[in-house]
Nanobody, 121 residues
Framework: QVQLVESGGGLVQPGGSLRLSCAAS????????MAWYRQAPGKQRELVAS???????DYVGSVKDRFRISRDNGKNTIYLQMNSLKPEDTAVYYC???????????????WGQGTQVTVSS
């Protein structure tokens, strides 16, 4: 069974940095398209960053040039590097990925459990 486990969240000062990790476990073949979402209290979940298997990335305007989505195939892990953090970045962050299991032709979609990011002085 494939699972996504998130880590790296916590409390950080404005202007600081955090790197969120999303480790895939199970019979992992490849990680294809992937994305990070976030949800602040009382607000709807929004797409923050996405990356195709071909390396094309896209970001919501509020995080452009500050956040970067990436992957490490050897560790079956996707990352969200967050720099120059602002209080308005405070939210629960969720990873999402298309993952192809060993021996399978087509990928399935998976979600992480969420990790809290709080930006405050």
């Amino acid at each position: 069974q494939v699972q996504l486990v998130e880590s790296g969240g916590g409390l950080v000062q404005p202007g600081g940095s955090l790197r969120l990790s999303c480790a895939a476990s199970g019979s992992i073949g490849t990680i294809d398209n992937m994305a990070w979402y976030r949800q602040a209290p009382g607000k709807q979940r929004e797409l923050v960053a996405s990356r195709t298997s071909g390396g094309i990335t896209d970001y919501v305007g509020s995080v452009k040039d500050r956040f970067r989505i990436s992957r490490d195939n050897g560790k079956n892990t996707i990352y969200l590097q967050m720099n120059s953090l602002k209080p308005e970045d405070t939210a629960v962050y969720y990873c999402n990925a298309q993952i192809k299991q060993v021996g399978d032709t087509y990928p399935d979609n998976y979600w992480g459990q969420g990790t809290q990011v709080t930006v405050s002085s």
